[in-house]
């Protein structure tokens, strides 16, 4: 393989994991989809098994597959202590296999290193996760923040593929069914980021050598596909957007 691949097995409120690998080393990112999609999709890919996996933060439709995944792949596992503590039982069987991490600091694991910074979301020590590789090529995942500053802007900046999270359509979301401290939750700092929101993350990416934004995260009752690609696309300039699926995988090559 010459470049990387990059694969996300799932991206919602359903369950959220990301593969990347250089055809040597696979890593993992959250633990919220199935084992069995796991395994299938590295093993049609060609890929070895994951070796890493980093955990984002402990809400269940990040890590609701972590005991299978942990079981079969046995990896060595990456969270913040917060994290760690949180998940608490999850982990408490896996202790020799969990590595704690400082948000700010970098990982090597084979050609990669795995870099974190802390960002705001209702959660106990959640980060978002940029890879890079020594060949030159890198992806990050912005996910679940209800806001970001120039920090974030610039861990991402140069970032081959960008997944920034499009939870929510402002206007789906007052309409929606949903109890208002729900509503008040999401659209909250610590909450999810909107479709605009994203637009304005993604409109800062261009020129620093992002090729790629990914559109993720992407609410099933208060957006679509379709309204998250097209708001982004008539706020921002940059030239090439794709999304990301609640349920099914979409591979990307850097």
Known sequence: ???????????????????????????????????????????????????????????????????????????????????????????????????????????????????SILISHDAAQPVAFRIDHTGGKSAAILSDMGDFGAGITDFACGAGLVLVEANYDPQLLRNSWYPEYLKRRIAS??????????AR???????????LVVLGHISENNNTPDLALNTVRAHTDFPSIATADRYNPRIFFL
Request: some cysteine; glycine content about 10%; aromatic content about 6%.
């Open 189 to 198: 700092r610590r909450g999810h980021l909107s479709n605009y929101q994203c």
């Open 1 to 115: 393989m010459s470049g990387l691949v990059f694969i996300s097995l799932r991206s919602g409120s359903f369950g959220n994991s990301y593969v990347i690998s250089d055809g040597e080393t696979t890593i993992l990112i959250d633990a919220g989809a199935p084992k069995k999609l796991v395994a299938a999709n590295t093993v049609e890919m060609g890929l070895p098994p994951p070796r890493a996996l980093f955990i984002t933060h402990e809400h269940h439709d990040h890590t609701k597959s972590l005991a299978p995944i942990i079981r079969h792949f046995a990896p060595k596992i990456f969270a913040t202590p917060g994290t760690i503590f949180a998940l608490g039982r999850k982990l408490e069987t896996v202790d020799s296999a969990v590595v704690p991490i400082d948000a700010g600091t970098q990982v090597a694991v084979g050609k990669f290193a795995v870099s």
């Open 201 to 211: 993350l993604a409109g800062r990416l261009i020129d620093s050598g992002t090729k």
